[in-house]
T-cell receptor, first 113, second 112 residues
Framework: NAGVTQTPKFQVLKTGQSMTLQCAQD?????MYWYRQDPGMGLRLIYY???????DKGEVPNGYNVSRLNKREFSLRLESAAPSQTSVYFC????????????FGQGTRLTVV | DAKTTQPNSMESNEEEPVHLPCNHS???????IHWYRQLPSQGPEYVIH???SNVNNRMASLAIAEDRKSSTLILHRATLRDAAVYYC?????????????FGKGTKLSVIP
C-alpha cells in the first residue's frame, strides 16, 4: 500500500524557472493538501482541495498554483521560482472527517538558487 | 482557529515514560485533539487523537483534561526511534476544510 507518493524527492531550480511537484494517493481520499516547511518551523498550508475539481487557498498561497487533476492526483506548480520558495514541500490526504488521520508523503526538498 | 501551546523541547531517558503536555484553552466543543510526530527528514505521521475520553493505541496514550483545556501525550517507554518533533493539533471543520494547522511542536530528545 503506497499511501501518498510525491515526486521528485529533491530538486534544485534557478531563480525564475518553473516546475511542478506531483502528488498521488491511493486511499480514495477526497481531501488533499500541500504544505511547506521551512527550517525549524511547523508546516504551513499552501493550498488544499476538498474534492476533485475544487481548490482553495491556505495560509501561504502566493507564488503557487495547484491542479486537482483527478481524485488521486494533486499537483503544485511554481511558475517563477524565487529563493524564498526554498523549502521542504509535503503533500497529504485525508478522509472528509475530523476524527480520522491524515497521511503525508515523504516530502520534496526544493532549493532555489 | 483554536491554537495550542507546547514546550519547545523535552528530554527523556531511554526506556522511561514521557509525558508531552499541550495547552488548548480556547478549544471548542467540536474540536478533536490530534497528535502527530515528525521523525528527522520524514513527513509527519499520525500518533493518536481523541475528543473527550482518554485514548490508547499501540503507539501511545492520550490523556485529556476534564475541561478539555489541556492534554498529555504519553509514551510509555521511550526508545531512540521516538526522538522526533511532536505536534498537538486541534482539528475541526473550519472554513470547509479538514486541514491540520501545525505549530512548532515539541522536539523530544531521547538519551541512551
Amino acid at each position: 500500500n503506497a499511501g501518498v507518493t510525491q515526486t521528485p524527492k529533491f530538486q534544485v531550480l534557478k531563480t525564475g524557472q518553473s516546475m511542478t511537484l506531483q502528488c498521488a494517493q491511493d486511499m480514495n481520499h477526497n481531501s488533499m493538501y500541500w504544505y511547506r516547511q521551512d527550517p525549524g518551523m511547523g508546516l504551513r498550508l499552501i493550498y488544499y482541495s476538498a474534492s476533485e475539481g475544487t481548490t482553495d487557498k491556505g495560509e501561504v498561497p502566493n507564488g503557487y498554483n495547484v491542479s486537482r487533476l483527478n481524485k488521486r492526483e494533486f499537483s503544485l506548480r511554481l511558475e517563477s521560482a524565487a529563493p524564498s520558495q526554498t523549502s521542504v514541500y509535503f503533500c497529504a490526504s485525508s478522509e472528509d472527517k475530523v476524527n480520522t488521520e491524515a497521511f503525508f508523503g515523504q516530502g520534496t526538498r526544493l532549493t532555489v538558487v | 482557529d483554536a491554537k495550542t501551546t507546547q514546550p519547545n523541547s523535552m528530554e527523556s531517558n531511554e526506556e522511561e515514560p514521557v509525558h508531552l503536555p499541550c495547552n488548548h484553552s480556547t478549544i471548542s466543543g467540536t474540536d478533536y485533539i490530534h497528535w502527530y510526530r515528525q521523525l528527522p527528514s520524514q513527513g509527519p505521521e499520525y500518533v493518536i487523537h481523541g475528543l473527550t475520553s482518554n485514548v490508547n493505541n499501540r503507539m501511545a496514550s492520550l490523556a485529556i483534561a476534564e475541561d478539555r483545556k489541556s492534554s498529555t501525550l504519553i509514551l510509555h517507554r521511550a526508545t531512540l526511534r521516538d526522538a522526533a518533533v511532536y505536534y498537538c493539533i486541534l482539528r475541526d471543520l473550519g472554513a470547509g476544510s479538514y486541514q491540520l494547522t501545525f505549530g512548532k511542536g515539541t522536539k523530544l530528545s531521547v538519551i541512551p
